[in-house]
């Protein structure tokens, strides 16, 4: 054999093995590890390595080889282009579509719905027990008076400004990404709700008060009215007297408020001070929000529980102890 001939014969044996590699590289990458499209989810941890992640992959069974898988993903540029997250894979889902996938950020959500009327501290422990965020590092960031002020919140914490709503959350989101979520779409509806108006009150007023409307009642109907009666207070420089005021300023509340608790310094009690406590107790809805924002015009100045969700609403202090004897005093 020549030596031209033997040059010929060994390009074409090289020729015919790269097409022989680049068609079972392409048969790997179309076709799923299996028929299972049962859901499998997989995670990402921040800081995991290309090679880490494949072998998860083909320990999981699904992909069939973790070195055709990681030399793709350095086609494709390497492994900073995989994103750290939770994700929805199946073993019926080919190579190359668990890699677009596991790059697009295409992270598994859940629905959590964060109620009216929690304090940042209750909310905290909701994230913490779907194993969203670390309790430490949420706590850290939310009742951070600098992290508040850097969007734009006049107070000591984030306290009041995590609006209720239902989130579609991953886990590989972090405590920051979520606070961050909740505040915009705090302002996105308080935006909507006073389209540029004036209110004599100034934001921080607003939702303090607007908090403490969301502790004192849970019907929609009673909302305008128990912030009129608010209002109408602070307008004769009368204390608020306000039970979950109180209730907010003690370390270790058991459940039952005391008669001892409300002569409890705190600056949140609003028996002992006059005026609004120095900022939100809990972090109040849409609803209680706009009833500040549009009270109902009444002359009441107090209120007591009939003991089946409402409240009976009185001007006089002769007819609010009447109704406190007829709704509570009897009662007991």
Same mark, same amino acid.
């Given at each position: ?18 097409? !022989? ?15 299972? =499209?049962?859901?499998?989810? !997989? ?14 992959? @083909? ?5 069939? +080889? ?9 086609? *494709? ?44 501290? =209750? ?21 951070? *008076? ?10 000591? +914490? ?33 935006? +909507? ?11 921080? @007023? ?7 409307? @969301?502790? @004192? ?22 204390? /608020? ?20 608790? /409300? ?49 009976? !609403? +009185? ?18």
């Amino acid at each position: 054999m020549s030596k031209r001939r033997l040059i010929v014969t060994s390009v074409l044996l090289v020729f015919v093995l790269c097409i !022989f590699i680049a068609l079972y590289f392409g048969y790997f990458l179309l076709s799923p590890a299996g028929f299972d =499209q049962k859901e499998e989810v !997989f995670s990402v941890r921040k800081g995991s390595g290309l090679r880490s992640v494949a072998t998860q992959l @083909e320990k999981r069974k699904l992909i069939k +080889s973790k070195d055709l898988f990681i030399v793709w993903a350095l086609v *494709k540029g390497g492994s900073r282009t995989i994103k750290a997250g939770e994700y929805s894979l199946n073993r019926s889902m080919a190579p190359v579509k668990i890699y677009t996938i596991l790059t697009s950020g295409s992270v598994k959500t859940h629905p959590l719905t964060v109620p009216e009327g929690l304090t940042v501290e =209750q909310i905290s422990a909701l994230f913490t027990a779907k194993g969203l965020v670390d309790k430490e590092e949420f706590m850290g960031l939310a009742m951070d *008076k600098g992290f508040a002020a850097s969007h734009k919140i006049d107070g000591l +914490s984030t306290e009041g400004y995590l609006f209720p709503d239902t989130y579609l959350l991953s886990k590989g989101m972090g405590a920051r990404q979520i606070i961050d979520l909740m505040i915009n779409r705090f302002w996105q509806v308080f935006d +909507s709700l006073v389209q540029g108006k004036e209110y004599p009150l100034s934001v921080r @007023e607003i939702v303090t008060l607007a908090s403490i409307v @969301e502790k @004192e009642t849970g019907l929609a109907e009673e909302r305008p009215v128990i912030a009129s009666v608010f209002l109408n207070r602070l307008k004769k420089r009368m204390r /608020l007297e306000s039970d979950p005021t109180v209730i907010y300023g003690l370390k270790d509340f058991d459940g039952n408020l005391k008669r001892k608790d /409300l002569k409890n310094p705190s600056p949140y009690n609003t028996y002992r001070h006059r005026g609004l406590p120095p900022g939100p107790i809990a972090n109040p809805g849409s609803a209680s929000l706009d009833a500040v924002l549009n009270p109902a015009q009444t002359n009441y100045l107090y209120f007591v529980s009939k003991n089946d969700g409402s409240h009976f !609403f +009185s001007s006089t202090l002769k007819e609010h102890n009447r109704a406190v004897t007829l709704y509570q005093k009897r009662r007991r």
